[in-house]
């Protein structure tokens, strides 16, 4: 397909979507016209009450979420406190295994007299 086939089914997509927002810009309207302003104003608060309990959800979501930033902060120290843990152990093992070392040393040194 050609760049100027893509553009033709692209724009025509694009009418279709104005298309269809026209009509229900005019239905809106057609309903505010003929007096059904109480429909729409209870169609409005139902929004707003929607809105609202989405907000409650978010803030709730949000303060788990600061939870869990706390909750990474605490690991990451106990991760820290873990790897000096594990050098203090890594140098104890080398000095381990080089005392070691010293006694077969000695041990094949007596061994030999």
């Known amino acids: 397909m050609s760049f100027a086939t893509i553009a033709n089914l692209l724009t025509m997509v694009m009418c279709i979507a104005v298309l269809i927002q026209s009509q229900r810009v005019k239905r809106a309207l057609d ?31 949000l303060s788990f979420g600061s939870g869990q930033v706390a909750a990474a902060a605490d690991a990451r120290a106990v991760l820290d406190e873990l790897r000096v843990m594990i ?12 005392a070691a070392s010293a006694n ?8 030999a007299l």
């Open 31 to 61: 309903t505010i016209r003929h007096g059904n302003l109480g429909q729409v104003v209870a169609a409005l608060d139902q929004s707003t009450v929607q809105a609202r309990i989405v907000l409650s959800e978010l803030k709730g979501t």
């Open 104 to 111: 077969r040393a000695v041990d094949v040194a007596e061994d």
């Open 87 to 98: 050098d203090i152990a890594d140098a104890s093992a080398e000095r381990l295994v080089a």
